[in-house]
Every structure is written in structure tokens, then in C-alpha cells.
């Protein structure tokens, strides 16, 4: 069984991200970038199927401008066997990038795809779900268990209220949440043979997907600031002012 | 304009996310509400007393009974084509099951969404709500998660719209629901909660959630947890507010052990009243409180519980 898995470079998770004065978006210019910390447990989840001997073959996919190769070595870094580099110098938004991925998915014939539930830069949660529609599979979004067998995959979800298990048959796209695993430190035989490793080059053009979006970003603004408001001494003062200041007990 | 809400259920309750989405589809237009499920018609009777619906389609079949996305999505893809707008509200069913009606629709959706600006413009929160971006859509139909704290519920009574049965969709049979552990509690839900006691890292154990347990349960509470509360195993996923949890805006947030990472304070920062108690005066948690209480959580949550 072949695993593809797309993923996407984003501000690192700890950065603390500024809105520009300009109000037309948030400076991601010299800002720390980092794999998609979902798109992190995709890629652990993909190689530790392929370590139980339940997939032949394991391969990421991003999609971007040539800073994204940083990305695909730290994601080969796992013991992926190969990446893939879908270049094009504008931002995609994610019916684009499903259409991208379903192209993608018609040459490599993968049988699972698992990307992350969201990317935490746009915080769409929208890839999975679409690249599933595209190409009229099953899919199973927010995963924290994943058990492949045969011709079928078993997930159990997280959804409001608790956890829910599906079964479908393959191919399916698998869309990872949090608890699904803990992803490795790459150790540095990998990280060395992740630098030689080849990475396909695909102009999105060649796909014949566009990049074009019909949605126009009109302003970004900083959300409103709360104030920090008082230290109370103890729990009677505490209790006190929610009952006579804010009224809320 | 017309507006399409799909409604969230179990098939005997209409569950109140759809509430607020209803609230944000009545500015857009006029709102007719898609009831799909199995054996549901209860629920097609409550969303048609919901104020401001004008109608409710309903479609009764068996794979419909447990909101598998697979299937609902033929039947909402064809229903869409006389709307101008598809709208859930942004819970994890509406997460799930709208991207895919989405790209069948060939419209780029806007997830999310805390804000109507116009017809075709709309705010939605990026980066873990420290950005609001403004989004202008030229697709013909919109497609729209509702951040469900950014608009009020609409009431439950006052409505009084036809309820029309709408031929069900063929069953797609490619997923089976094999089960679900629904987390079973006196507790309000969290996402409706009018006050919330929430715990971190320093409870210390799932065995000391007890006082946080006491204490919600005092103040007919719901709890709630930080994702490294979670993480640490005290606390199933569920409990987990925050960016990758849930977001929630209840009249009262009380934030106990918790340090306020970034992560977490974009799930609960647009509560009215935020109190923090920890024992780290420098912890962040202490610039978005409007009360907060330097302590020991061990001695004054306890404390708490007996003087209310």
C-alpha cells in the first residue's frame, strides 16, 4: 500500500504572529517557519503503518514556493521515502489545493492519504474533506486511532461530546487530530539521508489546476485587546466581587 | 437571498449550535433549515418553531441516521442549487461534513465566520483568532461555517414554518458507523455553558480534577481543560478548550492551574467575565483576567466550593 501524505509549511507554533500596520495581512517575513504540527502527526502516523509492515511505500507532498523544501527534508526526515514539490510562488487557498492534490492522487494512486486536520496559519479545516469530495472517496476527519486492514481503514474521530469509530473501505483520506500520536525527533542518520534525498519538482501549471481564488482578502486587523483587570486577595474578595461588580454568580 | 442552514441533531433534538447559526443565516436572508436523519421528525417540528425560519425541508432515511458526511453530502449538494448561501454552524459535524459539499459546489468556503459584513464580505478569525481577516467572496453561492460564540441562539419559540419532505438521496454505503463513546455528564455542554470551570497542568492529576469537578459542580458548571491537561491524560479531548478544542464565550470563565499559552487563550478570551487563579504571578493568564487570584489552586478551590 502506498501513503501520501500532504503537508504544509507554516509559522512555527510558537511565534507570536503581528498583524502589519498596513492592515493587508500577518508579517510572516522573517519569522520562523515550521512543518504543520498536524501535518507532523500525519507524517508520524503514515511511517509507523509503514514500520508495522502495513504500507510498501510513504511519500509527502507540499505545495508552494522553493522555501518549501525545507520542509519536505524535515519531513523526510521520519524515514519518508520521497517528496514531492508542487511549485508555484502564490498562496493557495484549500479548494486549490485539493484540486492540486486530486491530480496528484490520479498519478501516484496512493490507497490512503492522511494530511492534518487544519493548518494553524489559516485555520480552514477544509483540505481532507475537500480532496475527498474531488475524488469521491470516504473520509475520516479528526482522527486519534487509525487501524488499516486489508482493504479497509478503521478510525476513531473526535468530535463534540466524545469519540466516534468508522470503518471504510480504501482508498480514504484520514484527516489527523492531536492525540493521534506523538511525533519522533528524527534521529541524525535521517536528517543527513533526508538531505540527499531526491524531491520531484511539479509546476502546478503542468497539473492544470489554478491558483486563482474567488476570495479577495479586504483587511486584517488585530482582534481587540482584553485589559488585565484586578488581583483580588482571597476567595472572599473573589466571591464578592463576582456577585456585586460583574454579577456573574 | 436564500439561505440554506443544515441542521445538527441526534434525531430526537435539534442541538443548539444550529441556534446560532440560524441567528447568523437570518442576516444574510431568508432561512430554510435542512433536516436530515432517520426517524428525526421531532427535530423538523422544533426547527420549524425556531423564530425566524421560514421553512424546513426534511428528508427521512435510514443512512441518514447517524450524520455520516458521505451521505448527507448528495442530498445537501442538490438541495443547495436553489440557495445562495449553505450554512452550518463551524462544530465538528459542520467541520466535517461542509468542505465536502463544498468542493462539490466548486466554491471556496469561508470557515468560521464571527462576523457579517455584507451580502459577500465576511471577518473570520486566522492564526488562532490574533488575526481577524476580512474576506470578500465572488462565488455565486456562499459557503459558511458559523462560529457558533459570535452569534446569539435564536429562540427556541416564535416560529412557525412549514415543514415539506424532501426525497432522500441514494445511499453512497461506503462508511459504517461502528460506534461512539459520548462523554455522559449532569454537566451543561461546553460549548453552551453560561459558566465554565476550567483546570491545567497544575491539578497535577486526573485524580485532582475532583476539586475542579466539585467546584463546577457547585456553580452548575461545565469543566474544561487546557490541551496540557489533556495531554497529560487528566482529561478526555472533549474537555479541551482552545484553538485545537473547542472555542467558548460563556458569561463566566474561570481558569484554574492554567498558564494561559496562546493556544488556549484563543478559545476563551471572548468570555464576558474571565477569573484566573495561579499560583505563578507571572503567568499569562493574568493579562486577559479580569479577576485574578495569586494561590495556591489546592487551597483556595476547595475554599471556593464550601463558601458558595
Known sequence: ?249 | MSVLVIAEHDNSELKSATLNAITAAKELGDVTVLVAGSGSQSVADAAAQVAGVSAVLHSDAAHYENGIAEELTPLVVSTAASFDYVITAATTFGKNLLPRVSALLDVEQISDVTSVVSADTFVHPVYAGNALETVQSSDAKKVLTIRTTAFEAAETTGGSASVEALAASDAVGTVTLVGRELTVSNRPELGAAEVIVSGGRGVGSAENFAIIEALADKLGAAVGASRAAVDAGYVPNDYQVGQTGKVVAPSLYIAIGISGAIQHLAGMKDSKVIVAINKDEDAPIFQVADYGLVADLFDVVPEMTGAL
Open chain 1, 1 to 249: 500500500m502506498k501513503i501520501l501524505v500532504p503537508v504544509k509549511r507554516v509559522v512555527d507554533a510558537y511565534v507570536s504572529v503581528r498583524v502589519k500596520s498596513d492592515n493587508t495581512g500577518v508579517d510572516t517575513d522573517n519569522v520562523k517557519k515550521s512543518l504543520n504540527p498536524f501535518c507532523e502527526i500525519a507524517v508520524e502516523e503514515a511511517m509507523r503503518l509503514k514500520e508495522k509492515g502495513l504500507a510498501d511505500e510513504v511519500i509527502v507532498v507540499t505545495i508552494g514556493d522553493k522555501d518549501c523544501e525545507t520542509t519536505l527534508r524535515s519531513a523526510l526526515a521520519f524515514g519518508v521515502d520521497r517528496a514531492i514539490h508542487i511549485k508555484t510562488d502564490n498562496v493557495l487557498r484549500p479548494l486549490a489545493i485539493a484540486k492540486a492534490l486530486a491530480k496528484l492522487v490520479e498519478k501516484e494512486a496512493p490507497q490512503l492519504v492522511i494530511t492534518g486536520k487544519q493548518s494553524i496559519d489559516a485555520d480552514n479545516n477544509q483540505t481532507g474533506q475537500m480532496l475527498a469530495a474531488l475524488l469521491n472517496w470516504p473520509q475520516a476527519t479528526f482522527a486519534s486511532e487509525v487501524t488499516v486492514e486489508a482493504d479497509k481503514v478503521t478510525v476513531t474521530r473526535e468530535i463534540d461530546g466524545g469519540l466516534e469509530t468508522l470503518t471504510m473501505a480504501l482508498p480514504a483520506v484520514v484527516t489527523s487530530d492531536l492525540r493521534l500520536n506523538e511525533p519522533r525527533y528524527p534521529k541524525l542518520p535521517n536528517i543527513m539521508k533526508a538531505k540527499k534525498k531526491p524531491i520531484e519538482a511539479i509546476e502546478i501549471a503542468d497539473l492544470g489546476v489554478s491558483t486563482a481564488s474567488t476570495l479577495a482578502v479586504q483587511r486584517v486587523d488585530e482582534p481587540a485587546e482584553r485589559q488585565a483587570g484586578i488581583k483580588v486577595a482571597d476567595i472572599n474578595e473573589l466571591i464578592e466581587k463576582l456577585k456585586n461588580e460583574a454579577r456573574v454568580i
